[in-house]
């Protein structure tokens, strides 16, 4: 059974950083990508990050680019999110997840079977 813990998540004021991490259990964690998503209040869970199984490749959505950096450790068994220039508009409840194929890069949502239960971060201005 797959399992995702993250972590790190807090308050933090606009421009700072913070950084999260997932770690994960249940299966070979180095065959498969991972990614980022969050959902903001009473907005739709939206994709934010995912990075490929071995490191070589990491997808950003338009609005993260320069500010966030994701990265894996496969002998940990931990994926990271690396959040710098935080903005209030960054408030969100962030999941990580894990997706049904193995290797490959995914950034949508149905691509993904296993999440954690996420962690919040919250922006002050």
């Known amino acids: 059974q797959v399992q995702l813990v993250e972590s790190g998540g807090g308050l933090v004021q606009s421009g700072g950083s913070l950084r999260l991490s997932c770690a994960a259990s249940?299966?070979?964690?180095?065959?498969?990508?991972m990614g980022w998503f969050r959902q903001a209040p009473g907005k739709e869970r939206e994709f934010v990050a995912a990075i490929s199984w071995n490191s070589g490749s990491r997808f950003y959505a338009d609005s993260m680019k320069g500010r966030f950096t994701i990265s894996r450790d496969n002998a940990k068994n931990t994926v990271y999110l690396q959040m710098n220039s935080l903005k209030p508009e960054d408030t969100a409840v962030y999941y990580c997840?894990?997706?049904?194929?193995?290797?490959?890069?995914?950034?949508?949502?149905?691509?993904?079977?296993?999440w954690g239960q996420g962690t919040q971060v919250t922006v002050s201005s």
């Open positions: 997840a894990s997706p049904r194929r193995e290797y490959g890069l995914y950034s949508k949502q149905y691509e993904y079977d296993y």
């Open positions: 249940g299966r070979t964690f180095s065959n498969y990508a």
